[in-house]
Structures are given as C-alpha cells and as structure tokens.
C-alpha cells in the first residue's frame, strides 16, 4: 500500500485517474469510440459512402437532364435524321457517304480515349 502512495505522491495525475467515476467514464468513451456496433469509427466510413452516393445522384440527375433535353430535340423527323446521319452514319438509298478525318481529330480521341481508361482504374 504505501508503494501505491509513494507511486501517487510521485504522479499526481494517477490520483485523478484512480477515482472510479474516471475509469468508468474512461472505459464508457473508448466503448462508444471503437469497440460499439454504432462506433464514431464505422459512423465516419458510413458518412464517406453517403457522400458518395449523394455525388453519384447529383451526377445521375444531371445526365437526366441532358439526355431529357435531347429526347425533346429528337422528338423533331428533322433532328432525328441529323442524328442517325452523323451518329450512325445511315442514308437514304440515292446517296453516297464520304467519311473525311483528320490527323488532329484522331489523336484528339485517342487523348480522350486513354483519359478515360485512366479515370476508370
């Protein structure tokens, strides 16, 4: 008993550590922090991954948009024509399609393609 003393004499802050409320409020904090199912650990992976998704669903919501306005443009026998011949490179029976590109625009695409190779990884 008198080593536990001399020990507390020595640490004056081990005296404030030997109240047993301390212990119990020391050992309460460390369970909520890192040892409970509702930890502050998981909470804060948990809040990552809601901030993730809310990103994805602006992004989603976005695309919707473009892609509303562009059913809206399409809607249009003109536009859709426009479309199919510069997407898909269709024509009508009488016609002849030359395609022209050009050196800069291919490594233009060739840029864009390994950019988006590069984000994928």
Known sequence: MNKLKNLIADYPFLKFL???YILVLIFF???VLFLDNYSYLDHRV???EIDEIEDNINYYKTEIKKDSASIKHLKNDDRVEKYAREKYYMKRDNEDIYIIEFEDDKKVEKEAEAEKTNSNK
Do not use: V
């Open 29 to 31: 904090i460390i369970w």
């Open 18 to 20: 030997s109240n047993r």
């Open 46 to 48: 948990l809040d990552n």
